[in-house]
């Protein structure tokens, strides 16, 4: 066997452990304390763990752009969910470890917007994005993994995160957990899930993320 390629492997699984005995740590509480102007912020405790075991990472933010995120983000709310979402992702995108970021957008299809590349990139094209149509939230997630497909082999942490209300249309969520769960066993790749307005699907998207090997973050509005 190559020692150089086992080193790496070893790397790795050290520090997904290490990801892993933090937030168990530190627990969802601490985790949502996280959660301030609308930013769902649980990359920032993971941030700290990723740079801590020095381990490269290939990000992708997931965003629903359909119709029902253009509902208030919460009770009394004026600022809408696409725009929560949005203030999430470049709260993300700017205090994130990793500089190699990507955007994915989903509504009636799903468009990757930016490639995984320079931060500065997928911060510029997050302010254009908009609502319409449905929640094709499997497109989203097919056009995600393809890209991690893409990128170089070098990264040690390969993620999606999912900023959505949590509402697919032409799917249900429990079709979706054997993709996410298949994309986590035979790739690796983590899939956390953020979720915006009073009626997001809670149990769900907890579901989709305990099938990605990530958490599930409840945003705030950011007020």
């Known amino acids: 066997m190559d020692t150089r390629r086992s080193d790496v492997e070893r790397e790795k699984v050290h520090g997904r452990v290490q990801m892993k005995n933090e937030l168990e740590r530190r ?4 985790v949502n304390e996280l959660v301030k102007k609308g930013a769902s ?3 920032l405790l993971r941030n700290q763990v990723v740079a801590e075991a020095n381990i490269q990472e290939a990000l992708v933010l997931l965003i629903d752009c359909s119709w029902s995120m253009d509902a208030p983000a919460g009770s009394g709310s004026y600022e809408s969910r696409i725009e929560a979402a949005k203030k999430a992702a470049s ?3 700017n205090s994130s470890q990793s500089s190699h970021i ?3 957008a989903f509504s009636n299809g799903a468009d990757l917007v930016t490639r995984v590349a320079d931060r500065n990139v997928a911060a510029m094209s997050v302010n254009r994005l908009s609502v319409s149509g449905q929640t094709e939230m499997m497109k989203g997630l097919e056009v995600s993994y393809n890209e991690l497909d893409v990128v170089d082999a070098s990264y040690g942490v390969k993620r999606v995160i999912l900023l959505t209300d949590g509402h697919p249309t032409s799917c249900t ?4 957990i054997p993709i996410v769960k298949e994309a986590k066993d035979k790739k690796n ?3 956390d899930t953020v979720g915006f307005g009073d009626n997001a699907d809670i149990d769900g998207l907890k579901r989709l993320a305990t099938a990605g090997g990530g958490v599930y973050v409840e ?5």
């Open 91 to 93: 709260a993300l995108i």
């Open 102 to 104: 990507g955007i994915v």
């Open 219 to 223: 945003a705030k509005d950011s007020e």
């Open 41 to 43: 912020a649980l990359d």
């Open 189 to 191: 790749y983590i899939l």
């Open 173 to 176: 969520i429990d079709e979706l």
């Open 27 to 30: 627990g969802d509480n601490a």
